[in-house]
């Protein structure tokens, strides 16, 4: 591969950036790294054969494409991956080298790291060599940049997946240089590296805001915050001094000069406080922070200087209506080790009964393997999606990821609400309705992080088919009205009202088992209740600010004998079956009907002497448990023949 190297001249202060030297990896060849690199295996150890896909063997680290791997890392193409996952596990000691360069005045190195594993963050250092390529040369001068755990980032739109960063070369100006990445983990799977770019800023004075800190975003009350912020040096110098600005609402500016101790290098961070806190009002309040000079010079780039932070103030709280959110799986075992002991405790918290200050919402998802769990569907994709949830169980209190237990349940329950939220539901011929009102305690007349989301909530079905011995489900939902939640801007106690309707559909087979994706509800019990909760978060923070919960009582399921290919006929569910099977008979007219199974040798192995049948649909359960895995024949008897069909046992 060729190198992207450029040579420059110095160049004047105010000017875009040059760019010394860089390396995309994307023109290199398989997993080989870039022509003209080199590496130092340094521990010898030998890569386990998880990762023997991507070719380590002895090689210190390897190029990947992660365009089709990772879809929001897709910008990035071919990265640079170095891995410290080795059989026996051992601690990683390889180098990756870049070809030799001179480093200008003034000039920085810049890369982008993602660690491709939450559970097991990698861990590396940049290191610098001023004389030759071998592991003393690289020891011999201070590490440029370490870090104990690179951040693991799913990805989105603005970053791809991956974290910038940056360290100042200055103190090798004018000398012919090698960088080195050097793995140093322990059992970590990968890390990729990406964009690696020497260059020199274009002026020394050039900070940025990167957040402001610490503000409670809703209060009750008018009142004081102290406002803090993150500074970051951009400029090519180091930060001794910071002119910080802030304002309320575009009011009037208060500035403070800061002195940071230590001071900020390039790619540098350090948060600050202003001695003077923000008067905030009720309603809406848009905190702006600002830096307008470093080192007594003036700010040279204002894109990048400003970050602003929302407080909403309310004119008072009530005591909330706790919820919970659970993502799990009829093929999850540690689903079903956990719900063996969650399931009681919401039970014996009355989740979404009336009276109850908990409420109580479980996505079941599509994972793991077989990945078949007939309540998955697309709202709860997008449920998950708004969580970034990739683990199964994962239990939310008011919007915040937590252990599944009593004490947490206690802590939700003891968080401030800013709404009180009235729902209702109906059942009648087939319909639900559900209404409710919700009445806000902040005034927010625009850009609204507010969302109402209501949800319709299947209180319990059985599910033999389940792959884990959980076989019950709970508060599972159903539909949502819509997943991604409907924006509304508040005006303190106005209430805003919310409804819809829903023609109920059933379960796509006999057994009354939805197919997958689909919104129809479990028909597998006889009477149930359709639960609706109804909800008020913050789309940015994911703050629940209020839930509540309505239900309908007792609804008796319709007959799950759906389809007769005429009248004098039967059908079974669930078939297959395991311990139990009903069959449903359809007669024209009134008739006795006795009934038989035998198996396939003929062996009548159930009969069944009935009394008069009446005309229309009638029902008969059998108990299943003992009966052998197999195919059986269905013979009913009546007074105008016989009608037959099959029977499946499974166990």
């Given at each position: 591969?060729?190198?992207?190297?450029?040579a420059?001249?110095?160049?004047?202060?105010?000017?875009?950036?040059?760019?010394?030297?860089?390396?995309?990896?994307?023109?290199?060849?398989?997993?080989?790294?870039?022509?003209?690199?080199?590496?130092?295996?340094?521990?010898?150890?030998?890569?386990?054969?998880?990762?023997?896909a991507?070719?380590?063997?002895?090689?210190?680290g390897?190029?990947?494409?992660?365009?089709t791997?990772?879809?929001?890392?897709?910008?990035?193409?071919?990265?640079l991956?170095?891995?410290s996952?080795y059989?026996?596990?051992?601690?990683?000691?390889?180098y990756?080298i870049?070809?030799?360069?001179?480093?200008?005045?003034?000039?920085?190195?810049?890369?982008?790291?993602?660690?491709?594993?939450?559970?097991?963050?990698?861990?590396?250092?940049?290191?610098?060599?001023?004389?030759?390529?071998?592991?003393?040369?690289?020891?011999?001068?201070?590490?440029?940049?370490?870090?104990?755990?690179?951040?693991?980032?799913p990805?989105?739109?603005?970053?791809?997946?991956?974290?910038?960063?940056?360290?100042?070369?200055?103190?090798?100006?004018?000398?012919?240089?090698?960088?080195?990445?050097?793995?140093?983990g322990?059992?970590?799977?990968?890390?990729?590296?990406?964009?690696?770019?020497?260059?020199?800023?274009?002026?020394?004075?050039?900070?940025?805001?990167?957040?402001?800190?610490?503000?409670?975003?809703?209060?009750?009350?008018?009142?004081?915050?102290t406002?803090?912020?993150?500074f970051?040096?951009?400029?090519?110098g180091t930060?001794?001094?910071?002119?910080?600005?802030?304002?309320?609402?575009?009011?009037?500016?208060?500035?403070q000069?800061?002195?940071?101790?230590?001071s900020?290098?390039?790619?540098?961070?350090?948060?600050?406080?202003?001695?003077?806190?923000?008067?905030?009002?009720?309603?809406?309040?848009?905190?702006?922070?600002?830096?307008?000079?470093?080192?007594?010079g003036?700010?040279a780039?204002?894109?990048?200087?400003?970050?602003?932070?929302?407080?909403?103030v309310?004119?008072?709280?009530?005591?909330i209506?706790?919820?919970?959110?659970?993502?799990?799986s009829?093929t999850c075992?540690?689903?079903?080790?956990?719900n063996?002991?969650?399931d009681?405790?919401?039970?014996?918290?009355?989740?979404?009964?009336?009276g109850?200050n908990?409420?109580?919402v479980k996505?079941q998802?599509?994972?793991?393997a077989?990945?078949?769990?007939?309540?998955?569907?697309?709202?709860?994709?997008?449920?998950?999606?708004?969580?970034?949830?990739?683990?199964?169980?994962?239990?939310?209190?008011?919007?915040?990821?937590?252990?599944g237990?009593?004490?947490n349940i206690?802590?939700?329950?003891?968080?401030?609400?800013?709404?009180?939220?009235?729902?209702?539901?109906?059942y009648?011929?087939g319909?639900?309705t559900?209404?409710?009102?919700?009445?806000?305690f902040?005034?927010?007349?625009?850009?609204?992080?507010?969302?109402?989301?209501?949800?319709?909530?299947?209180?319990?079905?059985?599910?033999?088919?389940?792959?884990?011995?959980?076989?019950?489900?709970?508060?599972?939902?159903?539909?949502?009205?819509?997943?991604?939640?409907?924006s509304?801007?508040?005006?303190?106690?106005?209430?805003?009202?919310?409804?819809?309707?829903?023609?109920?559909t059933y379960?796509?087979?006999a057994?009354?088992?939805?197919?997958?994706?689909?919104t129809?509800?479990w028909?597998?019990?006889?009477?149930?209740?359709?639960?609706?909760?109804?909800?008020?978060?913050?789309?940015?923070?994911?703050?629940?600010?209020?839930?509540?919960?309505a239900?309908?009582?007792?609804v008796?399921?319709?007959?799950?004998?759906?389809?007769?290919?005429?009248?004098?006929?039967?059908?079974?569910?669930?078939?297959?079956?395991?311990?139990?099977?009903?069959?449903?008979?359809?007669?024209?007219?009134?008739?006795?009907?006795?009934?038989?199974?035998?198996?396939?040798?003929?062996?009548?192995?159930f009969?069944?002497?009935?009394?008069?049948?009446?005309?229309g649909?009638?029902?008969?359960?059998?108990n299943?448990?003992?009966?052998?895995?197999?195919?059986?024949?269905?013979?009913?008897?009546?007074?105008?023949?016989?009608?037959k069909?099959k029977?499946?046992?499974?166990?």
């Amino acid at each position: 591969m060729k190198k992207q190297l450029l040579a420059i001249a110095f160049l004047a202060s105010g000017v875009a950036s040059a760019q010394v030297w860089s390396e995309n990896f994307n023109a290199a060849t398989g997993s080989l790294i870039p022509v003209g690199w080199f590496q130092n295996n340094v521990d010898g150890l030998t890569p386990n054969a998880s990762i023997s896909a991507y070719n380590f063997g002895t090689n210190a680290g390897v190029t990947r494409n992660v365009t089709t791997a990772f879809a929001l890392h897709a910008s990035h193409q071919n990265v640079l991956v170095t891995t410290s996952r080795y059989n026996p596990a051992g601690t990683s000691n390889d180098y990756v080298i870049s070809p030799q360069f001179t480093v200008p005045a003034n000039a920085v190195f810049n890369w982008d790291a993602t660690s491709f594993d939450p559970t097991a963050t990698g861990f590396y250092e940049v290191r610098i060599s001023n004389t030759g390529t071998t592991a003393a040369n690289f020891l011999a001068n201070p590490a440029l940049f370490t870090i104990a755990g690179e951040i693991y980032n799913p990805g989105d739109a603005a970053t791809a997946g991956f974290t910038t960063r940056g360290v100042s070369l200055n103190a090798y100006a004018g000398q012919n240089v090698y960088l080195a990445i050097r793995d140093i983990g322990n059992d970590r799977w990968q890390i990729a590296y990406d964009n690696f770019a020497v260059l020199v800023p274009a002026n020394q004075h050039d900070g940025s805001i990167l957040t402001v800190n610490n503000l409670t975003r809703y209060m009750v009350g008018a009142g004081n915050q102290t406002v803090s912020a993150t500074f970051k040096q951009l400029g090519y110098g180091t930060a001794t001094t910071a002119v910080m600005n802030y304002n309320v609402n575009n009011g009037a500016p208060v500035s403070q000069t800061i002195t940071f101790a230590p001071s900020v290098p390039y790619y540098g961070t350090q948060n600050f406080s202003f001695t003077t806190p923000a008067n905030l009002t009720l309603g809406t309040n848009n905190i702006k922070v600002w830096v307008s000079a470093i080192n007594g010079g003036a700010q040279a780039v204002a894109a990048n200087d400003t970050a602003s932070q929302y407080v909403y103030v309310a004119s008072q709280s009530v005591t909330i209506n706790a919820l919970v959110e659970e993502f799990t799986s009829s093929t999850c075992v540690p689903c079903q080790n956990l719900n063996a002991v969650w399931d009681p405790i919401l039970q014996s918290n009355n989740a979404n009964l009336p009276g109850s200050n908990l409420n109580a919402v479980k996505y079941q998802v599509n994972w793991p393997a077989p990945g078949n769990d007939p309540s998955y569907n697309n709202d709860v994709l997008t449920r998950r999606t708004y969580y970034n949830c990739n683990s199964a169980p994962t239990v939310l209190f008011n919007g915040t990821p937590g252990t599944g237990n009593q004490a947490n349940i206690n802590v939700a329950k003891t968080w401030p609400a800013y709404a009180n939220i009235t729902p209702t539901i109906t059942y009648n011929a087939g319909v639900v309705t559900a209404n409710a009102t919700i009445t806000p305690f902040i005034t927010i007349p625009s850009n609204s992080p507010i969302r109402v989301y209501q949800a319709l909530v299947q209180s319990y079905y059985n599910y033999p088919g389940a792959s884990t011995t959980q076989k019950d489900y709970h508060h599972a939902l159903r539909q949502m009205y819509p997943a991604s939640g409907t924006s509304y801007n508040t005006v303190d106690g106005t209430p805003i009202p919310v409804t819809f309707n829903q023609t109920l559909t059933y379960g796509s087979t006999a057994a009354g088992t939805p197919a997958q994706m689909s919104t129809n509800f479990w028909t597998s019990t006889g009477t149930f209740n359709y639960e609706y909760v109804v909800w008020v978060q913050d789309v940015v923070t994911h703050q629940v600010l209020q839930s509540n919960s309505a239900f309908t009582s007792s609804v008796t399921v319709p007959s799950q004998v759906k389809v007769y290919s005429s009248d004098n006929s039967i059908g079974i569910y669930p078939n297959p079956a395991k311990d139990q099977a009903v069959v449903g008979i359809k007669l024209d007219n009134n008739s006795f009907a006795d009934i038989t199974i035998t198996d396939i040798t003929g062996k009548v192995v159930f009969t069944n002497k009935a009394a008069e049948v009446l005309a229309g649909t009638s029902e008969i359960t059998i108990n299943t448990s003992e009966f052998a895995a197999g195919t059986y024949n269905v013979s009913v008897k009546t007074n105008g023949g016989i009608l037959k069909e099959k029977l499946i046992i499974v166990k």
